[in-house]
Antibody
Framework: EVQLVESGGGLVQPGGSLRLSCAAS????????MNWVRQAPGKGLEWVSYISSSGSTIYYADSVKGRFTISRDNAKNSLYLQMNSLRAEDTAVYYC????????????????WGQGTMVTVSS | AIQLTQSPSSLSASVGDRVTITCRASQGISSALAWYQQKPGKAPKLLIYDASSLESGVPSRFSGSGSGTDFTLTISSLQPEDFATYYCQQFNSYPRTFGQGTKLEIK
């Protein structure tokens, strides 16, 4: 079964750090680009970060640039998000999502999502 | 950054109704648009990619259309399990922005 499972969320104080993990199974992880997407309580979806299959290309949302670092370990089939200098507005469910280009398609889509991990930034 | 504006933000409809949700991009994105369905407490689910291609396993009552700046998601005959929030997302450029969502509720 194709699956993504996030972990590492929790309660952290403002200014603190947290590292999220996303374990992939059921597909060739090293062949896929990956993303992090978050959703604040009661709010919409916000794209956070992208990493290419090799890890050589990375993008961030302006809201997290300079504070968050995306990485991956293809040998461990894992995606990571290191979050530093956390703020109250970073409180959200964080999802990892697989980036796919379907056969004959001209653009990407996020076809597989994890169940999410909750990050709460509060004193 | 490309902005996506969905309308309406919320919608009340009945089982069997035909429903259309629109997504307008702040600049042209060709057909680089996807639609997702999200139910409370669950991860989003891909419905449509490339603006009009149906994801495998998604019922054929869902369809997408449009290109450039204006897009629509249509549900031809609402089923009870379709009451959820729907999001569009653009794949023309980074950041990969989402629309603000459309909450579809039971009338």
């Amino acid at each position: 079964e194709v699956q993504l499972v996030e972990s590492g969320g929790g309660l952290v104080q403002p200014g603190g750090s947290l590292r999220l993990s996303c374990a992939a199974s059921g597909f060739t992880f090293s062949s896929y680009e990956m993303n992090w997407v978050r959703q604040a309580p009661g709010k919409g979806l916000e794209w956070v970060s992208y990493i290419s299959s090799s890890g050589s290309t990375i993008y961030y949302a302006d809201s997290v640039k300079g504070r968050f670092t995306i990485s991956r370990d293809n040998a461990k089939n894992s995606l990571y998000l290191q979050m530093n200098s956390l703020r109250a507005e970073d409180t959200a469910v964080y999802y990892c999502a697989r980036d796919t280009v379907h056969f004959l398609a001209s653009s990407d889509a996020f076809d597989i999502w994890g169940q999410g991990t909750m990050v709460t930034v509060s004193s | 950054a490309i902005q996506l504006t969905q309308s309406p933000s919320s919608l009340s409809a009945s089982v069997g109704d035909r429903v259309t949700i629109t997504c307008r991009a702040s600049q042209g994105i060709s057909s680089a648009l996807a639609w997702y369905q999200q139910k409370p407490g669950k991860a989003p689910k891909l419905l449509i990619y490339d603006a009009s291609s149906l994801e495998s396993g998604v019922p054929s009552r869902f369809s997408g259309s449009g290109s450039g700046t204006d897009f629509t998601l249509t549900i031809s005959s609402l089923q009870p399990e379709d009451f959820a929030t729907y999001y569009c997302q653009q794949f023309n450029s980074y950041p990969r922005t989402f629309g603000q969502g459309t909450k579809l509720e039971i009338k």
